[in-house]
């Protein structure tokens, strides 16, 4: 574990060494995670230089985390803000990022409901 959080921490600084291992990332994204790593590469994600369909892949993942009562709740508070920041300048998946944020807000969890209400008020 110590090693993810080490590339976690090294790539806010020099994510330009993050593309040469981008497959390997995203193949993580199929598998199933221990909670420290999964929140490790839900914040490198973003970081990675991705195509369109990567794109989609992730949209899948973090949605996917987002919708799930039983994931972890620092891993969806990390997948909603991965999730702003890949997907704000997409006008119609940020609307239904929104909504899926609304349904969250519902559980009427602290930790994701600050995040969530400064996106919902922005």
Not at 13 to 29: A, C, G, T, V
Request: proline residues 2%; hydrophobic residues 40%.
């Amino acid at each position: 574990m110590k090693v993810i959080d080490l590339i976690e921490k090294i790539s806010r600084k020099n994510k330009h060494d993050l593309d040469l291992h981008k497959d390997y990332f995203l193949s993580l994204i199929q598998k199933d995670l221990d909670i420290e790593f999964k929140w490790h590469l839900v914040q490198i994600i973003p970081r990675l230089n991705l195509t369109p369909q990567e794109l989609e892949n992730v949209w899948n993942f973090l949605t996917e985390i987002l919708k799930n009562k039983k994931e972890s709740r620092i891993v969806r508070a990390f997948s909603i803000t991965t999730t702003e920041e890949l997907f704000q300048i997409d006008k119609i998946k940020y609307k239904k990022f929104k909504q899926l944020l609304a349904n969250v807000q519902k559980e009427n969890i602290p930790s994701l409901n600050s995040k969530i209400k400064k996106i919902l008020n922005s």
